[in-house]
């Protein structure tokens, strides 16, 4: 059974950091690229970061440039961002999502997410 299970959410202040966990399993997870994205309310779902398969290659949406790191443990089988410097735009919900190509198609598995709120 396919599970992605975020962690690491909560209420930060302006400023803040926080280190979003994400663990995998049910999938041979080095074989998957791996992302974050958020969404705020009444916003659509955004890219926030993805990491290669072994962790190579990384890409950040521009308004997370310099103020994030997404890494990965694959012995692990667990991603990571950390998030500094954070602002009360940044509040929404983290997903996790697991993408590779197979079989001439994408293939993606989402965890549930978890509650980011940037607040004083």
């Known amino acids: 059974q396919v599970q992605l299970v975020e962690s690491g959410g909560g209420l930060v202040q302006p400023g803040g950091s926080l280190r979003l966990s994400c663990a995998a399993s049910g999938f041979t997870f080095s074989s998957f690229a791996m992302s974050w994205y958020r969404q705020a309310p009444g916003k659509e779902r955004e890219l926030v970061a993805t990491?290669?398969?072994?962790?190579?290659?990384?890409n950040y949406a521009n308004s997370m440039k310099g103020r994030t790191t997404i890494s990965r443990d694959n012995a692990k089988n667990t991603v990571y961002l950390q998030m500094n410097s954070l602002k009360p735009e940044d509040t929404a919900v983290y997903y996790c999502?697991?993408?590779?190509?197979?079989?001439?198609?994408?293939?993606?598995?989402w965890g549930q997410g978890t509650q980011v709120t940037v607040s004083s």
């Open positions: 990491i290669s398969e072994i962790g190579g290659s990384t």
């Open positions: 999502d697991a993408r590779r190509w197979e079989r001439n198609k994408w293939v993606d598995y």
